[in-house]
Nanobody, 116 residues
Framework: QVQLVESGGGLVQPGGSLRLSCAAS????????MSWYRQAPGKERELVAS????????TYADSMKGRFTISRDNAKNTVYLQMNSLKPADTAVYYC?????????WGQGTQVTVSS
């Protein structure tokens, strides 16, 4: 079965950086687009970034452009999200996701808190 396990969240000061990881299993990772979403308290879940199967195409939400970088290592079945210049507004639970056989799968999420 598809499993997505995020890690790397935590508490960081404004202006700081974090790198999130998502280890995938249960499907042929190298063939599928991977995405990061986030959900802040009281808000809807929103798309942060996506990366194509080969890593050649990446897309970002406007508010993350220039600060966040999505990448993947198909040999390790892992997708990453490098987050720089973090702001309090980036505080949220971050989820790894993929669409596999017409179903969308989610990890359990990792909490990112940006606060001084």
């Amino acid at each position: 079965q598809v499993q997505l396990v995020e890690s790397g969240g935590g508490l960081v000061q404004p202006g700081g950086s974090l790198r999130l990881s998502c280890a995938a299993s249960g499907f042929t990772f190298q063939y599928y687009t991977m995405s990061w979403y986030r959900q802040a308290p009281g808000k809807e879940r929103e798309l942060v970034a996506s990366i194509s199967s080969t890593g050649g195409i990446t897309t970002y939400a406007d508010s993350m452009k220039g600060r966040f970088t999505i990448s993947r290592d198909n040999a390790k079945n892992t997708v990453y999200l490098q987050m720089n210049s973090l702001k309090p507004a980036d505080t949220a639970v971050y989820y790894c996701s993929t669409r596999y056989r017409s179903s969308r799968y989610w990890g359990q999420g990792t909490q990112v808190t940006v606060s001084s």
